[in-house]
């Protein structure tokens, strides 16, 4: 593995650390006016989704670790797999659902995403901020109610369930915010 000195961390930046692999969310170089310089990070645990924060003493060494990403297409479910194309070389790539976590719930059949793999294996995906699904199912809206900002629950192609205004209905596509998983906009 090549070796990192704390100096010179960047934001994405891979590292193996004793907990798992991990990625730099920002940092800090701080030297205060008596001590020694340190650099303190915010770091995101690629499997988790975890955030945790460490100090490391400056020109420390730590395990980079290199997370290639790869532009892929999901194809399909298979049971609790899902199916992945690499859209350069065709190769197929069977990633279990404890893998991705909750980034499943905005795949959809035949869309594009970002895979990040490490050592030949699938450690997660990157998602676009917002993605557009169908509503599959949902209550209709009332006639008369309009109260302002009254929401009601939907389900979604990917069995999803936000919360969207009382005008969605069956069928329409809306945009759903995968960092929050709130409705944003019908698309």
Same mark, same amino acid.
């Given at each position: ?30 030297? #205060? ?94 998602? #676009? ?10 209550? #209709? ?28 209905? #069956? ?17």
């Amino acid at each position: 593995m090549a070796s990192v000195s704390s100096n010179d961390l960047k934001n994405g930046m891979g590292l193996k650390l004793d907990e798992g692999l991990f990625t730099v969310i920002e940092f800090q170089h701080v030297k #205060p006016g008596k001590g020694g310089a340190f650099v303190r990070t915010k770091l995101r645990n690629v499997r988790t989704g975890a955030v945790l924060e460490r100090t490391y003493r400056a020109a420390e060494s730590l395990e980079q670790a290199v997370i290639d990403k790869r532009d892929m297409q999901y194809l399909y479910r298979d049971g609790d797999d899902y199916v992945f194309m690499d859209q350069s070389t065709y190769d197929q790539m069977t990633v279990a659902r404890t893998t991705l976590g909750g980034t499943v719930e905005y795949l959809r059949e035949g869309g594009d995403a970002v895979v990040q793999v490490y050592d030949d294996a699938v450690v997660g995906i990157d998602l #676009p901020a917002s993605v557009e699904l169908t509503v599959t199912e949902t209550e #209709p809206g009332v006639q008369g109610d309009r109260v302002s900002g009254a929401r009601k629950p939907a389900t979604l192609e990917t069995g999803l369930v936000v919360q969207v205004p009382l005008f969605v209905s #069956p069928g329409e596509v809306i945009k759903v915010d995968t960092r929050s998983g709130e409705y944003l906009t019908r698309a």
